[in-house]
């Protein structure tokens, strides 16, 4: 992109890639939250009861039915508030208020202050759920006083999205012929917001700070989803060539078709990421998955108060597989705890969650739970007829020492099952030799990868910069994983957010990743990438990010070896 003189140029974390130039607009402002001290007469009580059930039913209703037209991971999110909204515990906290003599808008603000210090002091479990919990505040509120719901504006031509931070129910409603880029002051990398910004394929940049305010609605910017750049009084001829020549790119991507390989034809295995039937159907539909490289089985129960019999697992993990009958589905078990709390699974109250009983972790305490986890994979394989054509592999996630991989294989091998790791903590990696003996394969995530190489939460936005996937740290960890797993003929993949990123897949491709699986709309990019480059490019690549001194040097020395396709 060619700068212009007078132009301002904001940088953010790059999310989603592609150029945009429209005008931006905010988000609709949240209600002014009400102060204590009304009180409202005993004998109105009862009907100001009345006056909330309906209000937030009447929101919750709405949630609903935007799920009901929303698919995949957006369909759950906006499920998952709905089902916040209808919360017995958070609803009771209000009618207790009312009773109490406030008012209802005053006693919603009230109970939700109550559950977001609950869920604070819980060692921060997830900024997401806090998000939600406000949000659903905000509507309930605005409800309550025959306001315009909060969030999205009406607009009828294109525009850039603008916000503090987008609540997930937010982002899943987003009409993408109209809302064509994504611009938040909060949020990172992979919170809610920018897997579904991902999702949905919108050009969006998370975590630009403060600064983020200097633009007002109704200004045209500019913005590069790849460079993490939004630029204000950019040369409107030189925006729009950019943009067009974005789109061409687009389009070129959009006509690839795998599989993968490079120029060269080292073929790379591209799968998808996937939470669900609907989002495994998309991506057997509409992208060049080759199979499913993560199934996020612990996406499936978020609101599940009871474990679901094996049977009934059985029956979600059935409608995945069945949408590649013939190809590669890696299911992993469930990955409860920390920012996925699964209420049936997760340890209550942990001083540090991230660090604590979360994913294979669980399992030590509750086996059962995971052999009837694997019981029901097994059957679900067995029921659709799965055999060597179409394998059912299944991981364990933060595992991190060999005795946890060689239990877990055994449990796995008791069923029949191909067993393998998601290499996410760094001790993982560091033994990767004593693991892979026990494995027939291991998973890369990067996200989690990440935040423990960095000691950095992968949902804080002032950390962005930490969690950062082409940390040359973390980088170093993938080499050293890749290296162990050529010794052990153990294959490995990528299965984090990085395998998102085209030029990071190039890296990854020459550190020796065997496989990449992301969301569906990242596929045919990654694919294209791959296609215009050799196989010794990408290794090049790979040591000049691996040489440099951090993430952002890595990736302008990568741009040096590569040009994006
Ligand atoms: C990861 O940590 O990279 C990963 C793929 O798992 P999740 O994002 O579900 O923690
Ligand atoms: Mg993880």
Known sequence: MKNVSNDTVIKGTAVVSGVRYAKAVWISPRPELPQAGAVIEESQREA???????????????????????????????????????????????????????????????????????FEAAGGVMAERTTDLRDIRDRVIAELRGEQ?????????????????????????????????????????????????????????????????????????????????????????????????????????????????????????????????????????????????????????????????????????????????????????????????????????????????????????????????????????????????APTWVMAPMVATAREAKWFAGLCAERGLTAGAMIEVPAASLMADKLMPHLDFVSIGTNDLTQYTMAADRMSPQLAYLTDPWQPAVLRLIEHTCKEGKK????????????????????????GVNSLSAASTAIAGVGAQLASVDLDTCKRAAAAALDAEGATEARAAVRNVIQPA
């Open 48 to 118: 100001e009861q009345l006056r909330f059930t309906s209000a937030a039913d009447a929101v919750a209703q709405r949630l609903k039915e935007r799920s009901e037209k929303a698919e995949g991971a957006a369909s759950e999110v906006l499920k998952a508030t709905a089902g916040m909204v209808n919360d017995r515990g958070w609803r009771k906290a209000v009618q207790k208020g009312i009773k109490g003599g406030h008012p209802a808008d005053y006693a919603v603000v009230a109970a939700t202050t109550k559950f977001v210090t609950m």
């Open 149 to 389: 719901e909060p969030g999205l504006p009406e607009v009828d031509e294109q525009v850039v999205l603008f916000a503090d931070d987008l609540s997930p129910a937010d982002t899943a409603a987003l009409n993408t012929e109209y809302f064509v880029g994504l611009v938040t002051e909060l949020g990172g990398p992979t919170s809610h917001t920018a897997i579904i910004a991902r999702q949905l394929n919108v050009p969006c940049i998370v975590a630009v700070g403060e600064k983020v305010h200097k633009i007002t609605a109704g200004e045209p910017v500019m913005v590069d989803g790849a460079l993490g750049t939004v630029t204000l009084g950019a040369d409107p001829d030189t925006a729009r060539a950019a943009e067009q020549e974005s789109k061409m790119l687009a389009e070129r991507i959009a006509q690839w078709r795998g599989p993968a390989q490079t120029k060269d034809g080292h073929k790379v295995q591209l799968l998808a990421n996937v939470q669900d039937g609907k989002a495994a159907r998309i991506a057997a539909t509409q992208s060049q998955a080759e199979g499913i490289g993560l199934f996020r089985t612990e996406l499936c129960f978020l609101t599940a108060t009871e474990e679901p019999s094996v049977s009934e697992q059985a029956e979600v993990y059935k409608k995945v597989l069945e949408q590649f009958p013939t190809s590669k589905v890696v299911v992993r078990s469930l990955d409860a705890g920390s920012d996925k709390p699964v209420p049936f699974a997760s340890m209550a109250d942990e001083m540090n969650p991230a660090l604590g009983v979360r994913g294979l972790r669980v399992a030590r305490a509750n086996e059962a739970l995971l052999t009837r986890q694997l019981d029901a994979v097994a059957q679900a394989a067995e029921e659709l007829g799965r055999g060597d054509d």
């Open 488 to 511: 052990y003929n153990t294959a490995v993949g990528v299965c984090g957010e990085a395998a998102a990123d085209p030029l990071l897949a190039c890296v990854l491709t020459g550190l």
